[in-house]
C-alpha cells in the first residue's frame, strides 16, 4: 500500500471538485483529486461519440460569463476559452401551435399574453410574481398550486412548466413555489449561456491544468473507498487505484460525490441523526435526454425552443447551429430534454414513445430531414440531473470538522444544476483557504 500525501483531496473530479481544486491550488495548495472512470469532469465534459461531440449531461454555461464556472476560470488566471452565445433570440416558445421569439424585455408578460389572449390574465399573474419575488413564499406550497390562485389558464402553466422541467429536471407540481421564484431571480442581470468550442471538456481541461500547475494531480481510475476520520477529525481518504490499495494523507478532504455517498465511506457513526435523515431524503432531480441526428438543422436559431403545448413540455435545440463541427459534415444533433410526469417512478420505454409523439408534433418533417435517434438517457438514481431536488440541498458543511461536500446536492440557495454544484466548490474553496490559514 502506497501513502500520497496532500492538503487537500478531493473525491470525484465533477465540476463542483474541479471548481474547488483549481481554487484551492491557485491559492499554493497541494491538491489530489480522485476520480474512479478514466475521465474528469462527471457530467460536465463532453465526450466523442459516433463521431460526434456530446455531453455526458451538461451542456453549457448556463449564465454565460456571470457563470460560477465562468468566474472560476477567470480567478485562477485561465487562458481565454473560445465560446459562443445563442444571440438573439435566446430563446422561442411554441404556445397553442405558435412560435413566439422571447424578447430581451417583458418577455414573460408578452408570453402569457399571447398564452391567455388576454392582457388582464397576464398582469394579474405578474403582479404576484412581482410581489412573490419581494417576499419570497414561505409556506410549503408547488410552484403549480401558487399559480393556481392566479390563473387556470393552462397555456400559462405550459410556459412555466416547460421552464421548470429544462431547468430543474422537475415539474411545476413538484417544485416548491419559493424555489421557482429563486430560480427566475438567478437569472436577473446575468448573462445568456455559452458553449464552448469543444464542448465542457475545454473548461475541465483548464481547470485540471490549474491543479496541475500547482503541483496537484487529477488521479483517474482511482475510486475512494473510505474517509479516514479521527477524533471527530477527518485526516484523508483510502482508495483503490487499479488494484493497488492506496491512502491519501490530508488535512481536509472533499467530497463531490453526493451527501448520502460521503455518509457511507466516513461512516454512519460520526453523524448526527438529523444530518442522517436529511441525506436519506434527499431524492433526485430526473429528466430524459434525447438526441438525434438530421441531415439539416431543424430550428433556424441556436438557442431553446420550449414547446408549451406538447405532452411533455420539452426543450429542444439543435446546438451543431452553434458548433458545426461538433458533427460530421453534412449532419446536425437535434436535441430535447423532458421531465416525467411522475418524477419518482416512470417507464422510460413509454416516456420515449410519448416523446416521439411530441417530435412529430413539433416537428412534423422529421423524417424528411433523414431524421433518426444517436442516443437516449434517462438521467435518474446515481447519475440525475442534479442529486437533490431545488429546494432539497444540504449544507456543504458536515458534522465532521475538516469534511465539507461540493456538487448538485449541496447548491447553495438560489443556484440551480452544474452552476450551483460549481458555486459550492468556490465556496467550500474558499472556507478551506481561510481555514488553513
Ligand atoms: C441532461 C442534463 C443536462 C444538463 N445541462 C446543464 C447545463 O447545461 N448547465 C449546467 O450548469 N448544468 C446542467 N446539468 C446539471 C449538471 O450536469 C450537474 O448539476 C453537474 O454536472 C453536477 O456536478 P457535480 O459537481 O455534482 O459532480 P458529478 O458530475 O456528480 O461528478 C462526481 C464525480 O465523482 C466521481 N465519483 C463517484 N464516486 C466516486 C468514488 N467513490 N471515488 C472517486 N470518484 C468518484 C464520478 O465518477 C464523477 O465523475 C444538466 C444535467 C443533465 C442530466
Known amino acids: ?177 419559493r424555489e421557482f421564484i429563486r430560480a427566475l431571480l438567478s437569472f436577473r442581470g446575468r448573462d445568456t449561456f455559452r458553449i464552448p468550442r469543444n464542448g465542457l471538456k475545454d473548461i475541465i481541461d483548464a481547470l485540471g491544468a490549474a491543479v496541475r500547475a500547482g503541483g496537484g494531480e487529477i488521479l483517474t481510475r482511482t475510486k475512494a473507498t473510505g474517509i479516514m476520520v479521527e477524533k471527530g477529525i477527518a485526516r484523508g481518504v483510502t482508495a483503490l487505484r487499479g488494484s493497488e490499495a492506496i491512502t491519501i494523507e490530508a488535512r481536509m478532504v472533499v467530497s463531490n460525490i453526493g451527501p448520502k455517498k460521503t455518509v457511507e465511506l466516513a461512516g454512519r457513526e460520526h453523524f448526527g441523526e438529523a444530518y442522517l435523515r436529511q441525506a436519506a431524503e434527499m431524492r433526485p432531480a430526473v429528466g430524459m435526454d434525447y438526441l438525434f441526428i438530421t441531415d439539416r438543422p431543424l430550428l433556424d436559431f441556436p438557442g431553446t425552443l420550449y414547446t408549451t403545448d406538447t405532452i411533455r413540455k420539452e426543450g429542444w435545440s439543435v446546438p451543431t447551429l452553434m458548433w458545426p463541427e461538433h458533427a460530421p459534415a453534412g449532419k446536425h444533433l437535434l436535441h430535447a430534454f423532458a421531465v416525467p410526469e411522475n418524477i419518482d417512478s416512470y417507464d422510460p420505454v413509454r416516456e420515449y414513445r410519448i416523446l416521439l409523439q411530441d417530435l412529430h408534433t413539433v416537428f412534423p418533417d422529421f423524417e424528411g430531414a433523414g431524421g433518426k435517434l444517436l442516443l437516449r438517457r434517462n438521467f435518474c438514481g446515481e447519475w440525475p440531473c442534479t442529486r437533490a431536488r431545488q429546494g432539497q440541498d444540504m449544507s456543504h458543511r458536515t458534522p465532521i470538522e475538516n469534511l465539507y461536500n461540493v456538487g448538485d446536492g449541496v447548491k447553495p440557495p438560489g443556484w440551480i444544476v452544474g452552476a450551483g454544484a460549481a458555486q459550492s466548490g468556490r465556496i467550500v474553496a474558499q472556507e478551506i483557504i481561510e481555514a488553513l490559514g
Not at 464556472?69 to 404556445?95: F, H
Request: aromatic share 8%; proline share 8%.
Open 1 to 177: 500500500m502506497s501513502t500520497l500525501r496532500a492538503d487537500v483531496a478531493i473525491i470525484g473530479a465533477g465540476i463542483g471538485g474541479m471548481c474547488a481544486g483549481a481554487l484551492l491550488s491557485r491559492a499554493g495548495r497541494k491538491v489530489l483529486v480522485l476520480e474512479k472512470s478514466p475521465l474528469p469532469g462527471g457530467r460536465y465534459t463532453s465526450v466523442q461519440y459516433k463521431g460526434f461531440t456530446i455531453p455526458t449531461a451538461s451542456w453549457m454555461l448556463l449564465y454565460g460569463t456571470s457563470d460560477p464556472v465562468y468566474l472560476t476560470l477567470e480567478e485562477i488566471g485561465a487562458p481565454p476559452i473560445e465560446m459562443r452565445a445563442p444571440g438573439t433570440p435566446v430563446a422561442r416558445y411554441r404556445i397553442n401551435g405558435r412560435i413566439y421569439d422571447w424578447p430581451p424585455k417583458g418577455a414573460l408578460r408578452y408570453l402569457m399574453e399571447k398564452a391567455a389572449g388576454d392582457p388582464e390574465e397576464a398582469n394579474r399573474v405578474m403582479g404576484a410574481l412581482a410581489q412573490a419575488m419581494a417576499h419570497p413564499p414561505t409556506e410549503s406550497i408547488s410552484f403549480r398550486d401558487w399559480l393556481l390562485r392566479s390563473t387556470r389558464n393552462e397555456a400559462i402553466h405550459g410556459i412555466f412548466q416547460a421552464q421548470i422541467a429544462t431547468w430543474c429536471g422537475m415539474n411545476a407540481h413538484d417544485l416548491p413555489a
